[in-house]
């Protein structure tokens, strides 16, 4: 008697009992409150330093953020490449390599690329390092002239290009461009970028799938203005210029920089003050100065009317590019800086967008930008890094010398959220917390709170939803923003609609135990006297209510996707699985070398094989890139190659997308686009 009631203890409680999770979230923000900055170097490292990142999942130094400038010797006379390197996500820098080469010009122009870093220095002259920055070696040197060349690399051909103008600022003059089809052992002849030879200042080029734009400042006979070129064709033949702002007296001083997305949008920013009069473009800087973007989606055949990032005063001068930049996601952000009249403070500023540069966000902060010399200007410039988070770095110096506040700085643009929980009752039961981007999926934080305040550092600005699930039950709390810079604190209060928390949930089997030793009473009563509940047999249930959880929240998900969540090894994973299965839990379909498995009982959710999160993110990359090679597709996902090539062959078998082999490369198109003819 005593052995069934047990039993009847173990029975499910009524329904009427359960507790269903309500969650609320509230949140402050406090601007500015974020500081990520890194001193990657002193300032007497290298001038006009540019920051690149190794972004290709093929690389042995993916993830590596180089910056790279040049180290001039006592007396002036060249410049020797110096690089810093971090590891670590930006976190620690190394010390500084200097290669002995003695470069002429004040400046380099630098890319990384498959564990490869280009440069090109004034003339220009190309550069190539193979080991990370410590040595480099000169592999062509294209012309003489005594001003910036800017570089690109074509992510889709692999084609290096290269625009450089044959006058320093402020002067204007031809402007020509040549490109590399073999790494830059050989490059085109150079060819005229302006029909006619008009003159330019200061060519910043960008390249995707072998068009080409360049972004200038030009004048006509009316007056200077800021214009794109485009190449359709690799670089060898050069359209008209776009014009994209009005012909005004200071635009001459103007400082284009070019960039363009994953997708092939280009964007083009500049800064200007078009109430100054010819004679006041130098001496009376800063009084109306704005920076302004304009942005290309078919190809740089036409560009959107400029839209204004900024407006807060800067100098209209001398600038190297590299102020504009993409994330994968078509995010796009630009950085300028302002600089009190006194010269005694300044301020970096830096503007998102996500709708292709129709609406900005700003966010700034105070720092001392370097004046002796007149490098006040030319220093802050952007590049993308791994986790779509896009990395500033500027130069700053403090006369007093504190090395705190003098340097060069690398930082992420990014923000952090904290917070905690408010639970109305304890509960026995697992609490997990999750942080995902509401518009990605992508998790920034997932793990079980320990009652502490729950910290995501370093996520980019975007909108992000907080879900909570205790025991059994989820919800929603709500969604936040994380902006530039700024803390997003928290709070996700908990309550329980009936007033008790739930407990930790009972599955089948554990119902299925109790109504077992109701019946059975006497006759399991021997056998359950010389048995203990190991720790083990603890741990193993556990284990399997964790994946059961998974996969009830996750219809559909692989033998992978249910592994990794609960952490096993692939026999340990394979052992418990099989036991939920045979005990009617969950079912299972196998298909595309995969096994996929469902919660018992809902047949609504077998009528389509689902895709993995990594083929529907590469399904939705191809559908807005047709004819993406396989490379850049796993560049554009941030895969590794070897993964992305195995699930195209994968869904190209089942019928999902369709590939064709051009060269040595395999383009990918969606199933349902036409042949072309």
């Known amino acids: 008697m005593a052995f069934v009631c047990l039993g009847i203890t173990m029975l499910p409680t009524p329904a009427a009992t359960l507790s269903p999770l309500q969650a609320s979230l509230e949140y402050t923000i406090d601007p500015g409150a974020y500081n990520n900055s890194v001193r990657a170097a002193p300032t007497s490292a290298m001038i006009y330093p540019r920051i690149a990142i190794d972004r290709d999942p093929a690389s042995p130094r993916d993830g590596t953020i180089y910056v790279v400038g040049l180290q ?28 002995p080469l003695c470069l002429s010009g004040l400046s380099l122009d630098v890319t990384a690329d ?4 280009f440069a090109a220095s004034w003339g ?16 062509a040197t294209i012309g003489n002239a005594s001003a910036p060349a800017s570089l690109a690399v074509d992510k889709v051909t692999g084609g290096l290009h290269l625009a450089w103008s044959t006058a320093r600022w402020p002067d204007l003059g031809p402007v020509y461009a040549s490109s590399s089809r073999d790494g830059g052992q050989n490059w085109t002849a150079p060819v005229a970028v302006l029909p006619a030879g008009l003159p330019a200042f200061s060519p910043q080029i960008a390249a995707y799938n072998d068009t080409v734009v360049v972004g200038l400042a030009t004048a006509n006979a009316t007056g200077p203005f800021v214009a794109a070129v485009t190449s359709r064709d690799g ?7 776009t014009a994209l702002t009005p012909t005004a007296p200071c635009l001459r001083w103007s400082a284009p920089s070019s960039t363009v997305s994953s997708s092939g949008t280009f964007a083009i920013s500049w800064y200007a003050d078009p109430a100054l009069l010819p004679q006041g473009c130098w001496d009376a800087w800063g009084n109306a100065t704005q920076t302004f973007v304009s942005v290309s989606v078919d190809g740089g055949r036409t560009f959107f009317a400029p839209r204004l990032a900024g407006g807060p005063p800067g100098w209209s ?7 504009v930049a993409f994330d994968t996601r078509s995010r796009l952000y630009v950085t300028w800086h302002s600089i009190a009249r006194n010269w005694t403070a300044a301020s970096v500023y830096v503007a998102n967008s996500t709708d292709l540069g129709q609406g900005f966000e700003s966010s700034s902060f105070t720092t001392r930008l370097q004046v002796g010399g007149g490098n006040s200007t030319a220093q802050e410039n952007l590049a993308l890094g791994l986790n779509d988070t896009v990395y500033l770095l500027w130069v700053a110096f403090d006369p007093s010398g504190d090395p705190n506040r003098t340097g060069i700085f690398v930082r992420g643009i990014a923000g952090e959220a904290k917070g905690n929980l408010a639970l109305t009752s304890p509960t026995s039961a697992s ?3 999750q942080v995902r981007d509401a518009s990605t999926g992508a998790i920034a934080y997932h793990a079980a709170w320990d009652g502490s305040p729950v910290t995501v550092p370093n996520v980019p600005p975007a909108s992000y939803e907080v879900r909570v699930s205790v025991g059994n039950e989820s919800s929603v709390a709500g969604r936040m923003p994380v902006r530039t810079w700024g803390r997003t604190t928290f709070t996700v209060h908990v309550t329980f609609s009936s007033g008790e928390p739930p407990h930790p949930a009972l599955l089948p089997w554990e119902i299925t135990a109790g109504a077992a030793l109701a019946v059975l009473g006497g006759a399991v009563l021997i056998a359950v006297q010389h048995t203990r509940l190991t ?16 996969i009830r929240d996750h219809p559909g998900s692989s033998f992978s996707q249910v592994r990794e969540a609960v952490g096993l090894q692939n026999g340990v994973a394979a052992y418990h699985l099989g036991v939920l299965e045979r005990q009617g839990l969950v079912r299972s379909k196998t298909r595309r070398r995969h096994r996929w498995y ?3 009982g809902d047949a609504t959710l077998w009528h389509e094989l689902p895709l993995s999160p990594l083929q529907s993110s590469l399904l939705d990359e191809v559908r807005r890139c047709p004819g993406v090679g396989v490379r850049e597709l796993a560049r554009h996902v941030d895969r590794r190659t070897s993964s992305v090539a195995y699930n195209v062959k994968a869904l190209a078998r089942d019928g999902v997308l369709r590939t064709e082999q051009k060269g040595r490369k395999l383009r990918c198109f969606p199933a349902d686009e036409p042949r072309p003819a």
């Open 317 to 323: 001068a001398m600038s190297f590019g590299e102020a």
């Open 124 to 139: 220009p002259r190309f550069l190539r390092s193979t080991d990370g920055g410590i040595s480099w070696e000169i592999l």
């Open 598 to 600: 469902y919660p018992d």
């Open 114 to 117: 498959n564990g490869t870093l």
């Open 431 to 433: 609490v997990d917390v």
């Open 535 to 550: 720790r083990e047999a603890v741990l193993q249930r556990e284990v399997r209510r964790l994946m059961y959880r998974f």
């Open 72 to 99: 001039y010797a006592p007396n002036g006379s060249c410049g020797n490449p110096a690089v810093v390197r971090s590891i670590d996500g930006g976190r620690t820098f190394d010390a500084p390599h200097v290669a």
């Open 235 to 241: 670089g060898a033949t050069w359209g008209s210029a």
